[in-house]
């Protein structure tokens, strides 16, 4: 079974630029979630979807993030414009269902914003 | 938000031998779970154990188990028999019970293993 899919592993872009992360959860995997890792740091949900629809954007930095599920499979998270805090891992993790304990993570985006 | 405490930063020790990972957490619920993560550098996340609330007994799974003790709200890790490729950093995570509910992280302990 492949595990949880994220494209970019690493992104370097000047701050005011655009960037967008992709992840393909596990075959079957309703909840999708995204998290934001600083350096030295547990990682800090940014959005949990359910399908396609986003049941919890409360940590979302709304003014400069958005995030999309289309047809309730791949998820897209975009930054525009980025800064310099912003440079983390961003991880997407998938689950069964929301009742299902149990995330699996992909590798993560490693973005770096100069 | 329920917070988790990790205390140590980084930890080490010998291959062979038997260390503990501690965690702390705060809560006012009664029904939740508790979960160990491993981070390898190459950075994806393995759930290594699990513990529900509700159960007395402590996890355990081969060489890794838990000291749950609930009134204490602590939940510390023991990795017996260490294995080079125990090195990592390892995250203790809160998730309450029922439908959807997030998870949350502590800041990780780096584990060092010496061959």
């Known amino acids: 079974e492949a595990g949880v899919v994220q494209s970019p592993r690493y992104k370097i872009i000047e701050k005011k630029q655009p960037v967008a992360f992709w992840c393909n959860p596990i075959s079957g995997h309703n909840t999708l979630y995204w998290y934001r890792q600083n350096l030295g740091q547990g990682p800090e949900l940014l959005i949990r979807y359910e399908n396609e629809e986003a049941v919890d954007d409360s940590q979302l930095p709304k003014d400069r993030f958005s995030a999309e599920r289309l047809k309730g499979v791949d998820s897209t998270l975009k930054i525009q414009p980025a800064e310099l805090g912003d440079s983390a891992v961003y991880l997407c993790?998938?689950?069964?269902?929301?009742?299902?304990?149990?995330?699996?993570f992909g590798p993560g985006t490693r973005l770096t914003v100069t | 938000a329920q917070t988790v405490t990790q205390s140590q930063p980084e930890m080490s020790v010998q291959e062979a031998e038997t260390v503990t990972l501690s965690c702390t957490y705060d809560t006012s619920e009664s029904d939740y779970y508790l979960f160990w993560y491993k981070q390898p550098p190459s950075r994806q996340m393995i759930l290594v154990i699990r513990q529900e609330a509700y159960k007395q007994q402590n996890a355990t799974e081969n060489r890794f188990s838990v000291n749950f003790q609930k009134a204490a709200k602590s939940f510390s890790l023991k990795i017996s028999d260490s294995q080079l490729g125990d090195a990592a950093m390892y995250f203790c995570a809160y998730r309450s019970a029922g439908t959807g509910n997030q998870f949350y992280f502590g800041t990780g302990t780096s584990l060092t293993v010496i061959p």
């Open positions: 993790a998938s689950s069964l269902a929301p009742q299902v304990y149990e995330q699996y």
